[in-house]
């Protein structure tokens, strides 16, 4: 497993931008697919974003196409979140998450091994 820490969460109004980041500890995290997931209050974890091994993969919910973008620096052991033209309905939680199966590409959060503590993002209208 590798340990996970997001930073860059806050509030901001609609139509704004935040960039999350999940700095990475362990040898192995250039292997991991990382992913991001979001949690609402008295919702279920949904998610959000994922990026491959080496960065050549991502893929993303609906929900987020064309707003968001996830990208990694391998060499800074770090994933990110650029999430642009933000909504209310962004409200939530926001996990980073790692999956050590290399080329899985799941979108299912059990299928990630490795979890982040969280950070809020706040969207207000």
């Known amino acids: 497993q590798v340990q996970l820490v997001e930073s860059g969460g806050g509030l901001v109004q609609a139509g704004g931008s935040l960039r999350l980041s999940c700095a990475a500890s362990?040898?192995?995290?250039?292997?991991?697919?990382m992913g991001w997931f979001r949690q609402a209050p008295g919702t279920e974890r949904e998610f959000v974003a994922a990026?491959?091994?080496?960065?050549?993969?991502?893929y993303y919910a609906d929900s987020v196409k064309g707003r968001f973008t996830i990208s990694r620096d391998n060499a800074k052991n770090t994933v990110y979140l650029q999430m642009n033209s933000l909504k209310p309905e962004d409200t939530a939680v926001y996990y980073c998450?790692?999956?050590?199966?290399?080329?899985?590409?799941?979108?299912?959060?059990?299928?990630?091994?490795?979890w982040g503590q969280g950070t809020q993002v706040t969207v207000s209208s």
């Open positions: 998450a790692g999956d050590k199966i290399r080329g899985r590409h799941s979108t299912w959060g059990a299928d990630f091994d490795s």
């Open positions: 990026i491959s091994w080496s960065g050549s993969t991502t």
């Open positions: 362990g040898r192995t995290f250039s292997s991991y697919t």
